[in-house]
């Protein structure tokens, strides 16, 4: 059983890092090459945490409560993005 989940993690890991648009993006962004563009994604975060906001605001209106899942996606996003400027600038 531990084996099973085990490779389940691995294989959605792998999917998530390989196709997911944010992770191939900071996957750019970590290269030699994209390192400069660290501090401009963490402009990035200002449109998730937006989202994330109009969805909050969307719920207490009375839409679906599913929509909390995309909250924490997008407020997730947001951190990822603001942490990667100050990493890739300390890098450089």
Do not use: E, Q
Not at 5 to 25: A, D, K
Not at 31 to 52: D, E, F, N, S
């Amino acid at each position: 059983m531990f084996r099973l989940i085990w490779i389940g993690s691995v294989y959605t890991r792998y999917f998530l890092r390989r196709y997911m648009p944010t992770n191939v993006l900071l996957d750019g962004i970590r290269t030699r090459r994209g390192l400069k563009w660290g501090v401009p994604a963490m402009l990035l975060a200002i449109p998730y945490l937006y989202v994330a906001h109009l969805l909050m605001v969307f719920i207490s209106d009375g839409a679906p409560g599913w929509l909390h899942v995309l909250v924490v996606l997008c407020i997730w996003n947001a951190m990822k993005f603001a942490f990667m400027g100050p990493v890739s600038a300390s890098c450089c």
